[in-house]
């Protein structure tokens, strides 16, 4: 069997800064399928993948199943477009007894033309709530505190 060439070095292109402090959670590139009809992403995709990337940090606090229990809040900024580079930001604003509330900002790198600028599309606020196997809401325990807050 022989050795394939090496490829050839390509240049390294700085990664562009960062819009936001809070924690990158989620990364994603809209595709075709994901469209309507004027050519740019469907509302509903965008909204699901804020849900996802909404739950990553509470999953590190309730350590089990959760639930989606309210979309406080919802604004599309801009149109996501094919082929943006979706980039996911969320901090956490409220640990309560049995739920998390957590703020997500999304920013598109823009394929054409803008590559290394991110623009705001999308902000949100979701509350999560720690549910047992019956689907009940239970306690969140916070390490190192003893108990639930």
């Known amino acids: ?30 595709m075709p399928a994901d469209s309507n009809a004027n050519g740019d992403i469907f509302g509903g ?7 996802l990337a909404g739950s990553v940090l509470p999953a590190r606090y309730i350590r089990g199943r959760m639930a989606t229990v309210a979309v406080n ?4 900024k801009q149109p996501v477009r094919v082929g943006d580079i979706l980039s996911f930001f969320s901090h956490v604003t409220r640990i309560g007894r049995t739920s998390i509330t957590v703020e997500v900002e999304v920013y598109a ?17 979701l509350t999560y709530v720690a549910i047992d196997a019956e689907g009940r809401p239970r306690a969140i325990v916070l390490p190192g505190v003893g108990g639930a807050s």
Request: glycine share 4%; with cysteine; hydrophobic share 45%.
């Open 1 to 30: 069997m022989s050795e394939l060439p090496a490829p050839p070095a390509l240049p390294i292109l700085p990664a562009p800064a960062l819009p936001c402090a809070h924690e990158l959670v989620l990364k994603v590139i809209p």
């Open 45 to 51: 995709w965008v909204m699901a993948q804020v849900d």
């Open 73 to 76: 809040e919802f604004i599309f």
């Open 109 to 125: 790198e823009r394929r054409a033309g803008e590559t290394g600028q991110y623009r705001k599309v999308t902000e949100a606020r």
